[in-house]
C-alpha cells in the first residue's frame, strides 16, 4: 500500500512479529488498511473488507472486530476529528493521513467501545509505531491519552456546538454528519431537531439484512423455512439476522435477493393504484442494477394474492450498459434495454405504469456505507436535479392519460424530491399514503418518505402521478 511507501519500515524488526502478534491486532491492522484504501483510492469499505478478510485469512470474532473498528470510524469520524482537534496542537488536517487514520482508530475504541483504554490506547500507539514510525507514535500516544480522560458524553458537550446558537453544527458534529446533510435532513423534516437526532442516530447503525420474495418465484415462507424472521410491512419481505444471503437457494436462484423494505413497498405501491382500461404495459424508466425491476417483473407476470393479478408486461430500462445486464439477471420475462431514459424509444402514451427510480444523492442510504456519508458532494445536485426533472417528463409522456407513475428517490433532500414533483405539469397528483395502508408514521402526504428511524428502512421517497 501506498502508505507502506511513504513509511517504510526499512527492515526494521517488527516488535512481537507475525504469529506472535496477539490475533487482536490482526484485527486492528485490516481495520486500518481498509480505512487508508477508503482514504488513498477511494475504496468502497462494504466491498473491500470481505475481500480483505478472507484474502487474510480473518474470521469469526476477529472479522467482526475489524468490520466493526473500521465501519464505526469511517461513521463516527466527523465527531472524532473535532476532539482530536481539542486534544493536539494540529488541526486534523495538518496530520499526516496514515497517523490520523490510526488515531481515529483509537478514538473510535476509547469512545464507542467497551475495549479497556489502556489496551485501546497501547494497541494504537504500537499500530503507529509498527506502520508508521516511532516519532508519530508518540505523538498518536500523547493524544489518545487525552482523549482517554474523558467519556463520549463528556466530550459532546465540549465540541459540538450549543443547538440554542448553532443547530446544524451541534447535530453534525454530535452524529457526525456533514453539516450540509444535516441540514437537507432538517429541512425534509420540518424543523423537528428531535426527530433529526434520531435519523442521524439511525444512520450510525447498521441496517438489518431484508430479501424480497419475488411473487411467484419464492414465498415469504420459503425463506421463513430457511432461517429469515418475518419483516415489518412488504408482504413480500423477511430479515436475515445471520448468514450469508447467497446460502439461501430461492436468492441464489434469483428467486428472492435482497432488497430494502422500502425499495420494495415502492414498487408495490404503484402496482396497487388502479387504472381504467388496458393495464398490461409497464415501464421501469432507471432500473438498473434491477431491484425494483426484479419486484415488478414477478408482480407483473404473475401477480400478487388480493393485489394486481399479472397479465402485464415490463419494459425496463437503464442508460448504463453494464447496469442494464444486471437488470437481464434479476428479471425473467422483462424486456430489457440500453437507454437515455431522456430520449425514448418509443411512442408517447406507449405505457399503463412507469416507475422513474431516478439517479440521486442517495442520502436515504447513508447506513449502507460506512464512508458515504463524507464522499457527497451537495455540488451535483442542481445537475441530478435537472436529470431528474427531465426522467419525470419523460416517464409522463410515457404514459397513457390515466396511466399512473411512479417518482422515487433514495434521498430525503427536498430540492430531489418534492421540488422535482412539484415543477411537472400535466399529472395529478395523488396521495401515495392510500396505497400502503400497512405503513404509518408517513406524513401529511400527499407524499410517502419512509425514514430509517421510523420504519427501519432507507429514506426512500414515493410519490405517485396520475397522468392527465
Ligand atoms: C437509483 S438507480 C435505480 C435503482 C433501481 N431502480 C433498482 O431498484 O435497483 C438509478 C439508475 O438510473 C440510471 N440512469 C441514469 N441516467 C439515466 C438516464 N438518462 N436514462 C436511464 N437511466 C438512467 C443509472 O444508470 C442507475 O442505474
Known sequence: MRNDRRHPRGGRPQRGGGQDRPRRDEARNAAYDLMRAVDERDAYANLLMPRMLRDRGIAGRDAALATELAYGTLRGLGTYDEIIAVCSDREPYDIDPPVLDAIRL?????LRTRVPAHAAVSATVDLVRLRVG????RFANAILRKIAGRELADWLPIVAPDPAADLVGHLAVSYSHPRWIVAAFLDALGGDADQAAALLAADNERPKVTLVARPGRAGVDELLAAGATPARYSPHAVHLTEGDPGGIPAVAETRAAVQDEASQLVAVALTRVPVEGGDTRWLDLCAGPGGKAGLLDAIAAHGVEGGHPGGAHLLAADAQYHRARLVRQTTREAAVVNLDGTVPAWRPAAFDRAMVDAPCTGLGA?????????RRDPRSIPELTKLQRELLASAVEAVRPGGVVAYVTCSPHLEE??????????VEVLDAREFLPEVGDLGDGPYVQFWPHLHGTDAMFLALLRRL
Open 366 to 374: 447513508l447506513r449502507r456505507r460506512p464512508e458515504a456519508r463524507w
Open 106 to 110: 483509537g478514538a473510535h475504541q476509547l
Open 134 to 137: 516511532v516519532g508519530p507514535s
Open 417 to 426: 424530491t418534492r421540488e422535482v414533483v412539484e415543477g411537472q405539469s400535466g
